[in-house]
């Protein structure tokens, strides 16, 4: 079992920054993939971005690249979404998940265990 605890959402303006935080704790941090989604209220979940277990390769969702980073510090068993250049549409509730499989995916049913999420609401 993993736990997965996010932190360091809120309100900000348009072109504001955020950094997120998802802390896990369980079995060893560093043999799950990772990736971050986002819901927005009456859409489904989607994919905002992944990175393997190592951390060496990342994806992410077309509409977030150029401003979003994920990233990992396994000594620390957290994982990073530096959030940069913020929009209105970037208004969600942000996951994080594991994957128990050294490779990131992008679909969210793939992914073993979820945090509870944190809301990030960007004002225009």
């Known amino acids: 079992q993993v736990q997965l605890v996010e932190s360091g959402g809120g309100l900000v303006q348009a072109g504001g920054s955020l950094r997120l935080s998802c802390a896990a704790s369980?079995?060893?941090?560093?043999?799950?993939?990772m990736g971050w989604f986002r819901q927005a209220p009456g859409k489904e979940r989607e994919f905002v971005a992944a990175?393997?277990?190592?951390?060496?390769?990342?994806n992410y969702a077309d509409s977030v690249k150029g401003r979003f980073t994920i990233s990992r510090d396994n000594a620390k068993d957290t994982v990073y979404l530096q959030m940069n250049s913020l929009k209105p549409e970037d208004t969600a509730v942000y996951y994080c998940?594991?994957?128990?499989?050294?490779?990131?995916?992008?679909?969210?049913?793939?992914?073993?265990?979820w945090g509870q999420g944190t809301q990030v609401t960007v004002s225009s």
């Open positions: 990175g393997t277990w190592s951390g060496g390769v990342t």
């Open positions: 998940a594991a994957r128990s499989y050294s490779s990131s995916s992008y679909q969210p049913y793939e992914y073993d265990y």
């Open positions: 369980g079995r060893t941090f560093s043999l799950y993939a």
